[in-house]
């Protein structure tokens, strides 16, 4: 099975941190994600990155940027954290090309309070 | 923006009874998938139906796709204690092949 990591469960930072997010998966997926996850708005896409080096930003990329220097390995950056970014952040991957390969893989998830 | 909206919110049912979820979306779609989240937990794929496909089965779960309404269901029959959990629906939009997008889900409550 996909296996998709996450690095911490329960994150608390102060605002104005650096906050890195880390995320690994282990079937050689091309494409991951950063979802963020709030009541009542369901999952909203961050950015997503289809190959090693490669980003695209989603729907609400402000005030995060994204790092894939390798191919299982994506990170998500909250350069000056802000109260408004606490949320639930989930990771995803998939593999590359046809329909059927665009069923999204998900780590357990990160909730991150911004104090 | 959100692409797919589910109905209901929320929904509360015996256990042994059949759940229905439905899934409303705006623009054209490659495909249509659903998922399932347990309390505090990633998501886990449930099912994919393509464009060109009006159902789908998968154990207990049946997925319909009317593209004229741009409306799905989801329907898990003899429904189980261990079937509470929110449901998601997420379409991948025509022309966006990479990307996913998520409606803000069912909460399915299953009363042994």
């Known amino acids: 099975d996909v296996k998709v990591t996450q690095s911490s469960r329960y994150l608390v930072k102060r605002t104005g941190e650096k906050v890195f997010l880390e995320c690994v998966q282990d079937?050689?997926?091309?494409?991951m994600f950063w979802y963020r996850q709030d009541p009542g708005l369901g999952l909203r896409l961050i950015y997503f990155s289809y190959d090693v080096k490669m980003k695209e930003k989603g729907d609400i990329p402000e005030g995060y940027s994204v790092s894939r220097e390798k191919k299982e390995r994506f990170s998500l950056i909250l350069e000056s954290a802000s109260t408004n970014q606490t949320s639930m952040y989930l990771c995803?991957?998939?593999?590359?090309?046809?329909?059927?390969?665009?069923?999204?893989?998900f780590g357990s998830g990160t909730q991150l309070s911004v104090l | 923006s959100q692409q797919g909206e589910e109905d209901p919110q929320a929904l509360s049912i015996q256990e042994g009874e059949n759940a229905t979820m439905n899934c409303s979306y705006k623009t054209s779609i490659n495909n249509l998938q659903w998922y399932r989240q347990n309390s505090g937990r990633g998501l886990v794929h449930l099912i994919l139906i393509r464009s060109n496909e009006r159902e789908k089965h998968s154990g207990r779960l049946r997925v319909t796709l009317d593209t004229s309404k741009k409306s799905s269901s989801l329907l898990i029959t003899a429904s189980r204690a261990a079937d509470t959990a929110s449901y998601f629906c997420?379409?991948?939009?025509?022309?966006?092949?990479?990307?996913?997008?998520f409606g803000s889900g069912t909460q399915l409550t299953v009363l042994p």
């Open positions: 079937m050689d997926h091309e494409n």
């Open positions: 995803a991957s998939s593999a590359r090309g046809g329909v059927t390969n665009e069923k999204l893989f």
């Open positions: 997420a379409t991948v939009r025509s022309g966006s092949a990479r990307q996913l997008t």
